[in-house]
């Protein structure tokens, strides 16, 4: 009897460690996303989660992924299959790049951090943000104090907005400089902040600020809250460091972003701007946020080493082109002579390859890492890094391709 019962009842080894119990019931980034959300106070989640206005930029970011599909090739030995591509002239392990975002410590109390350790443990380029919490030099030796796993020095890139003080960008430009930065990433998409909806219905601030409705949230997520008030203030960490920054708000009293963008960041951002950026920093830059051919062709006359054709995840202007669609048409124009990046919706390794196949050098990605960060800290990075890992290599080989950077759009089709 016992031993039938035996032959026919599967019991999973007991994982001891709690996050790791939780992180093996998750099969992919939905999954993530499922935990993050039972996890976090609803009004952080709201944050990390939404889009602008009615959220059709943020849906179709993933929607335009879906109607391409692969048109597979058979017997071409996939036994050994090589992930990775060249970006901004270096070698890199995979054809992916974390994006900035701001205020992410409200995911998890280590924040950028975690997420500067598990990409280097990888190889893998992460951008810090200017509204980010964790100042660039402490993600710089965060990031060094675990073994680089890619080719040559770490990459670190410090994602710039233009504040009206222009004082206070060249004072950072300088610290990123000091701290071996490889690349500048101007957000050039937020002359305004997006209208997010489910924020302005929250009375979202940042950090959140703690009132009744949040308290009893936090009652229900008890150990966020706990974790949330234990550990040291959320702030703009770089801002808070810098000593240009006069009296702009550090975030350490609760602010309405978008009151905040409108008071801080310059609207007259322009091409003048980006030659200003140029003549203070010797290192790469990159434009976020581009949109159009014409403005790809634009970055290639003005010397600009790569865009991130993106619509800020579809939190900026609704009704935005999915970016993914966006990169054929560029890529076809310019040739070549600029390096392009995508952001929006990347939530498997079979969107990196589509966006690969397509003619972006890389794929970027933010909200993967946030819902791992809010559903398992470092280690959902982890996880989340290995499932993105696994997942370009298992679309490679079943669509019977070997080397990343051979990918081209033979391998694609509309579905
Ligand atoms: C919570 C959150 C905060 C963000 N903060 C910034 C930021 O500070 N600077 C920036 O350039 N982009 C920011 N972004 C946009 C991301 O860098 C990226 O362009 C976008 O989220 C990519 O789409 P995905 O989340 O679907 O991968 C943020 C995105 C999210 C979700």
Redesign the pocket.
């Known amino acids: 009897m016992l031993e039938s019962l035996r032959s026919v009842v599967k019991f999973r080894r007991f994982e001891p460690n709690p996050v790791k119990r939780r992180l093996n019931g998750a099969a992919n980034v939905d999954d993530l996303r499922s935990i993050a959300k039972r996890r976090l106070p609803a009004g952080v989640f709201d944050?990390?989660?939404?889009g602008a206005e009615d959220e059709i930029a943020?849906t179709n970011?993933?929607e335009a992924f879906r109607r391409i599909g692969f048109r597979p090739r058979v017997l071409r030995d996939v036994s050994s299959i090589d992930t990775s591509v060249s970006l901004l002239g270096r070698t890199t392990p995979l054809p992916l790049v974390l994006?900035?975002?701001?205020?992410?410590r409200?995911?998890d109390t280590q924040g950028e951090l975690a997420v500067a350790r598990a990409c280097a443990r990888r190889g893998i380029p992460y951008?810090l943000?200017?509204?980010?919490t964790r100042s660039i030099e402490e993600l710089a030796a965060a990031s060094d104090s675990v073994p680089w796993g890619g080719e040559g020095q770490r990459r670190l890139w410090f994602?710039v907005?233009m504040w009206r003080d222009r004082g206070l960008v060249r004072e950072l430009v300088e610290r990123a400089a000091a701290a071996d930065y490889e690349a500048l990433?101007l957000?050039v998409?937020?002359a305004r902040l997006g209208r997010r909806e489910r924020d302005v219905r929250r009375g979202m601030t940042l950090p959140p600020k703690l009132g009744l409705d949040t308290i009893f949230d936090g009652i229900r997520r008890p150990g966020w809250t706990w974790t949330f008030l234990r550990n040291e203030p959320i702030v703009f960490a770089n801002v808070a460091t810098s000593s240009a920054a006069g009296d702009i708000d550090d975030g350490s009293r609760a602010v309405d972003l978008a009151q905040h963008i409108q008071d801080q960041f310059d609207p007259s951002l322009n091409w003048d701007d980006v030659e200003w950026l140029r003549s203070i920093w010797d290192g790469k830059i990159l434009l976020?946020?581009v949109q159009s051919v014409a403005d790809t062709e634009l970055a290639v006359a003005n010397g600009i080493d790569a865009v991130?054709l993106?619509?800020?995840?579809?939190?900026q202007l609704d009704g935005a082109p999915a970016?993914i669609e966006l990169v054929a048409p560029c890529r076809d124009a310019v040739d070549d002579s600029i390096e392009l990046i995508v952001?929006?919706?990347?939530?498997r390794g079979s969107d990196i390859v589509k966006a690969r196949a397509l003619g972006a050098d890389a794929a970027?990605?933010?909200?993967?890492y946030?819902y791992a960060l809010g559903a398992g800290g470092e280690l959902g990075v982890d996880w989340m890094l290995d499932f993105l890992t696994d997942g370009v290599r298992q679309t490679m080989a079943l669509c019977g391709q070997t080397r990343a950077q051979d990918l081209t759009r033979e391998l694609l089709t509309e579905v």
């Open positions: 944050y990390i989660d939404g943020l970011n993933s994006a900035p975002t701001g205020f992410t409200v995911a951008t943000s200017t509204m980010g994602q907005y990433v957000t998409d937020t976020k946020g991130c993106s619509n800020h995840g579809g939190r970016p952001d929006g919706g990347i939530r970027m990605a933010a909200r993967v946030l």
